[in-house]
């Protein structure tokens, strides 16, 4: 046979199976401290003894001697499937299995199967009638197997079965992350186990010769290729494990986990203290008996068909009252509810989301009221300032007073038009609803209404022929093109360059962005003038998103066309214009009806 050739190979390979081990547990001791690689430390101690003391026994003729080493040998076999289960729950991200009682007891078996070992040769509970019997040069024995043999066998089988089940699990459940360290250490664990198994049931043409010790030769290889390769300890599936933990236990936001019946099936911390109910308490209950939701849940949904009630796939999402703790009071939570399904596509229930809305929704509330009534005082205050200002100046004779009575009335008419413009901002804020729109219609309805009010003024238009619908909130769209068109007459100073008499001009045009109205994706709209340009300070402050000391704005026209834009997704552009005036781009995306 050819492996006559290599003296004492069953020793040689189990010694060299042990060094092996040995040298593994060196290349990571640097790692001790990340999860899993104390007890993969274990495995590898375990398993050196269990290789070392086999192949030594190999090479000792005095058979008092191989019965120390034969215990030696077990201890190791005892301590490796302990260990390389500690090492599969700890690197998978269960370290609270390994702190458990069941794994507790595991540890026992341990203890317990060293304790006989020690002590065989009073019960025979291991092995019985050790005696010579040599094969392939090397000094192999053999025994009669005890009832606690077989068992040990046996419960490291499961031992390792399990943990080679968790990391192919992990293998699965992560995809590419993790897969060349899972598959290597899983199946380097293979060999010797068989081997094990084939020896115990005295299976093969030398039953006496126990292989698992060679068999760790492939099995250092394998581990070898995971440690290096594939940097087995800087990224482990605890990470992840820990991430799809904590992404709903320590979310500061309620979320429930809902079966097809409406029935709780998981809750997190904050939940419960929202729902003033445990987790164990709550399961199987209908979360109708903590909140009155509004979007249909559970079988009825299903009954009458998810999309009628909301439930579509997508999230869908309301507002619900919650009672509150006696410190935190009545709380307003938006409810948020999306279909939970396995990884075939099927439906096997809900998750429902609380995100507590409590002080925005008192903020909207001031806001509103506070709104309101500046509206409605502001309007009406300022219609009785501009009506005495149009009096006092209809009868005064003093060119001085007369100024002075005009300038009142043009004050109060902007006062006016700037509660019109406060109302526009509670409309945009408002949620509105996005429809076909003619966007030339729209914007040569506002070009002729600013030309009338204005007549005075130049008011220029200039649109292609074609198709200019798009699914957008008109209101919006229609208080971009108002205030933009707005601003550039509203602003002029009289000195225009476009005139003769150098007064006001505004020119608006509406184009696609591409070269043709097949390949466009936007509309254009362009508002130029030829007044004394915007002050930068505005433009700045518009930029920065909010109004300082520094950057003050001198009305709402900007802010109106900045949040209209943000409404339907358009981008707003200011630049000078040559020789003088200001430039105002406004690009619209071009949406298909929803």
């Keep these: 046979m050819a492996l006559d050739l290599v003296p004492a190979w069953p020793a040689v390979g189990s010694i060299a199976g042990g060094a092996g081990a040995l040298a593994l547990a060196w290349a990571i001791r640097d790692h001790r401290g990340r999860p899993g690689v104390d007890w993969f430390l274990g495995v590898f101690a375990a398993q050196a003894v269990w290789c070392l003391s086999y192949g030594a026994g190999l090479l000792v ?198 079966g097809l019946d409406n029935r709780i099936v998981r809750l997190n911390p904050v939940a419960e203290r929202v729902l003033g109910v445990g987790a164990e308490a709550a399961q199987s209950r209908s979360l109708d008996e903590f909140l009155d939701l509004p979007i249909g849940l559970g079988a009825e949904s299903e009954a009458e068909g998810a999309e009628s009630e909301g439930i579509d796939g997508e999230t869908a999402s309301e507002t619900v009252e919650v009672a509150g703790t006696p410190e935190a009071g009545r709380r307003t939570y938006a409810v948020s509810t999306a279909r939970l399904t396995d990884p075939n596509g099927t439906h096997v229930g809900y998750t429902v989301v609380l995100s507590d809305i409590t002080e925005r929704e008192r903020r909207r509330q001031q806001l509103e009221v506070l709104n309101r009534i500046l509206r409605h005082n502001l309007r009406n205050d300022a219609g009785v300032v501009h009506g005495y200002g149009e009096i006092l100046r209809d009868r005064l004779d003093d060119p001085d007073l007369t100024r002075m009575a005009d300038a009142i009335e043009r004050r109060a008419g902007a006062l006016a038009a700037l509660g019109e413009k406060a109302g526009t901002v509670e409309r945009l804020v408002a949620d509105g609803e996005a429809h076909d729109v003619a966007v030339d219609d729209l914007v040569e309805r506002v070009v002729e209404e600013a030309q009338n009010s204005t007549p005075d003024a130049t008011v220029e238009l200039l649109v292609d022929d074609g198709d200019w619908t798009t699914c957008v909130r008109g209101d919006a769209l229609r208080a971009v093109v108002e205030n933009t068109v707005e601003n550039a007459l509203g602003h002029h100073d009289g000195e225009g360059s476009e005139r003769d008499d150098g007064g006001a001009w505004v020119r608006v045009t509406l184009e696609r962005a591409g070269d043709s109205q097949r390949d466009a994706d936007q509309f254009v709209l362009t508002v130029q003038d030829d007044g004394p340009g915007i002050p930068e300070h505005e433009v700045e402050a518009i930029e920065a998103g909010q109004e300082t000391a520094l950057e003050h704005g001198s009305g709402l026209g900007l802010w109106v066309v900045e949040w209209g834009a943000a409404a339907i997704g358009a981008a707003v552009e200011y630049a000078d214009r040559e020789p003088r005036g200001t430039r105002v781009t406004v690009s619209i995306p071009i949406v298909d009806e929803r």
């Design 61 to 258: 003729d005095d058979l008092a001697l191989r019965a120390a080493l034969e215990g030696a040998m077990w201890l190791g076999v005892v301590w490796t499937g302990v260990a390389f289960l500690g090492f599969a729950l700890a690197y998978t991200g269960r370290s609270d299995v390994v702190r458990s009682r069941l794994f507790a007891a595991v540890v026992a078996f341990g203890a317990l199967s060293t304790a006989l070992i020690a002590t065989n040769p009073l019960h025979g509970a291991f092995w019985t009638g050790l005696e010579p019997a040599p094969a392939f040069g090397v000094a192999t024995v053999s025994y009669a197997f005890g009832p606690w043999a077989y068992l040990v066998v046996a419960v490291e089988t499961v031992l390792v079965a399990s943990a080679v089940f968790l990391l192919v699990d992990t293998l699965l459940s992560y995809g590419p992350l993790y897969r060349r360290e899972s598959a290597a250490v899983a199946l380097s664990s293979l060999p010797p186990g068989f081997a094990l198994v084939a020896w115990a049931l005295e299976l093969g043409p030398v039953p006496q010769l126990q292989l698992a010790p060679v068999l760790f030769v492939p099995h250092a290889l394998m581990d070898a290729y995971a440690f290096n390769r594939a940097e087995m300890f800087d990224r482990n599936p605890t990470t992840s494990r820990a991430a799809e933990r904590t992404a709903i236990d320590d979310l500061s936001d309620p979320v429930v986990a809902l």
